[in-house]
C-alpha cells in the first residue's frame, strides 16, 4: 500500500458505517501486497460477454475463554481441511437444490436472521437487491453494481499511464495460490491460480482524494458503497444473533473485555472494518481458483457467470445466484466467533475448458486470451487489532472449542501462504 496521506486531511474526519470517526486509526497494511506482476498492458482481451454498463471510465471524473486477553494462535479457526482433489476427475458437479440455500430480505421480514440462516445452509445465502422504484429502496444501503466492462477496458489498456495506478491505489496480480492456505504444516508447492485480480484496500479507497484517484475514482466510490451496506448489515446481524444466545443460554460475560475485543467494539461501536478488501477477478477461458475458505467474517459476491462451486452437504455443488440477488457466505472469522456453528464456506470456481498458456506480450500482435467470467468480491474483514473469539454461550469447555485470534495475526499467515511468502 502506498501510506503517502499528504493530501486526505479533509477526508480524515469522515465517519465510519456505525458513525464514528475511524478513518485515522486501526488501519491495516498488513498485507501489502506483492508488487505487480508485469500488466499485460495493450495486449487485448477479446470478450463475447454483452454487458451494458453505463459510460467508460476515461469518461469519469470526479487462550482466555470469555472476553478477556487473546492467545496468539498460528492454528487456523477450522481442523486442517484435507485439499479435496480435482479441478479435474470429480463426479459431476451439479447444481445445489434450489430450497438448498436460503434466500433472505435483510431489509425487510428477514432482518435479524442472517447467522441462524447461514448455520442451517452450510454457510450461504442469497441477498435480495431491493427493487428500483420500490419503498424498500429508497434510502436502503446496497452493494454497488459491477462495472464489468469498465474492468475489461482497465485490462485493455495500459495501466501504468494512470493516476491511481501509478500511486499503487490499487493492486493487480495473478500469483496467488488460494488452496495453498487450507495447510496447517509443510511447505506444499505454490501453483497460482488461472485468473487477474484487481484489489483494493480500505486505506486506499476510503483516505485517498478523488484527485489522487483521478479518472477511476469510481472504484473507490464503488468500494464506500459496499463498504458500507456490508458492515452495517453485518453489525447489525451479529450482534442480534448474540443477543438471541444470550437470551436463550442465560450466560454473561464476566471478563472485562479488552478494548480489541471484536464484540465490545460492536457494541460500542468502534470496530472500523479496516482490513477489509475489494476484488475484481477477471478469469480466462478455463480459469481456476482454487478451493479455500475467506480469511475475514463474511464474503459479498455478485458476478456475470456460472462457475461457483461450493462444498455443501459433502460435496461440491454449484451455486449460481439469482439475477435479483447478490450471495453472501460465510469466513473464517465468523466460524470462529459462533465456535463452528456457522462453518466458513469452502468454496472454488472452475471453468470447463483446460486452462491456456499464459498469454505472452508479443510487439505489434494482441493477446487471444477470453475473459470468461468476471465477478465482484467483497470481503468484510475486522481491524488488523480486533482479538476474535467463539461468543460466551456458545462454549463447550470440552477442549473442541475454537482459540481466540487477533485479526491481524490470522491474515498475515493466510496471505503469506497464497503469495508464497515463505
Aim: aromatic content about 8%.
Amino acid at each position: 500500500n502506498n501510506n503517502n496521506h499528504s493530501s486526505n486531511n479533509n477526508h480524515n474526519n469522515k465517519k465510519g458505517p456505525t458513525g464514528t470517526n475511524k478513518l485515522c486509526s486501526n488501519t491495516c497494511n498488513i498485507e501489502d501486497p506483492i508488487p505487480p506482476l508485469k500488466f499485460p498492458g495493450t495486449d487485448a482481451i477479446h470478450n463475447n460477454n454483452n454487458n451494458n454498463d453505463d459510460e467508460s471510465p476515461q469518461k469519469r471524473s470526479g487462550k482466555t475463554r470469555g472476553r478477556g486477553q487473546v492467545k496468539r494462535s498460528r492454528v487456523p479457526t477450522s481442523e486442517y481441511i484435507p485439499a479435496i482433489e480435482g479441478q479435474e476427475g470429480d463426479a459431476p458437479v451439479l447444481p445445489v437444490a434450489a430450497d438448498r440455500v436460503p434466500r433472505l430480505d435483510l431489509a425487510g421480514k428477514d432482518k435479524g436472521t442472517l447467522l441462524q440462516a447461514l448455520k442451517d445452509s452450510g454457510g450461504v445465502a442469497f441477498l435480495e437487491l431491493p427493487k428500483r422504484g420500490s419503498k424498500a429502496s429508497k434510502g436502503a444501503l446496497h452493494p454497488a453494481k459491477p462495472r464489468y466492462r469498465w474492468f475489461r477496458e482497465l485490462l485493455d489498456v495500459t495501466m501504468y499511464g494512470r493516476t491511481a495506478a501509478q500511486r499503487r491505489l490499487f493492486a493487480f496480480n495473478s500469483g496467488e495460490d488460494l488452496k495453498r492456505t487450507l495447510q496447517t504444516g509443510g511447505n506444499s508447492k505454490h501453483h497460482a491460480d488461472a485468473r487477474y485480480n484487481f484489489g483494493v484496500t480500505t486505506d486506499n479507497a476510503l483516505k485517498r482524494t478523488a484527485n489522487e484517484w483521478g479518472d477511476l475514482v469510481w472504484i473507490a466510490n464503488d468500494f464506500k458503497q459496499t463498504w458500507e451496506f456490508a458492515a452495517r448489515t453485518l453489525e447489525e446481524e451479529i450482534l442480534s444473533y448474540s443477543n438471541q444466545i444470550q437470551d436463550a443460554t442465560g450466560t454473561i460475560s464476566t471478563d472485562e473485555a479488552s478494548s480489541d475485543d471484536f464484540l465490545a467494539k460492536l457494541r460500542s461501536k468502534s470496530e472500523g472494518w479496516m482490513c477489509s478488501r475489494f476484488r475484481h477477478s477477471l478469469y480466462p477461458s478455463g480459469g481456476v481458483c482454487t478451493e479455500h475458505t475467506d480469511y475475514g467474517f463474511a464474503t459479498l459476491q455478485m458476478t456475470n457467470s456460472p462457475g461457483l462451486q461450493a462444498f455443501i452437504d459433502g460435496r461440491w455443488q454449484q451455486v449460481d445466484t439469482p439475477d435479483d440477488c447478490f450471495l453472501l457466505f460465510a469466513g473464517d472469522m465468523l466460524e470462529l466467533l459462533t465456535n463452528g456453528a456457522v462453518p466458513a464456506l469452502l468454496h472454488r470456481v472452475n471453468l470447463d475448458a483446460p486452462p491456456p498458456p499464459h498469454p505472452q506480450r508479443r510487439s505489434g500482435n494482441r493477446s487471444s486470451l477470453q475473459i470468461m467470467r468476471q465477478c465482484n468480491i467483497f470481503f468484510l474483514q475486522p481491524d488488523r487489532t480486533s482479538s476474535v473469539a467463539p461468543l460466551p454461550g456458545l462454549l463447550r469447555d470440552d477442549g473442541t472449542d475454537h482459540e481466540a485470534v487477533v485479526y491481524g495475526d490470522w491474515h498475515l499467515r493466510k496471505s503469506t501462504l497464497a503469495f508464497h511468502r515463505y
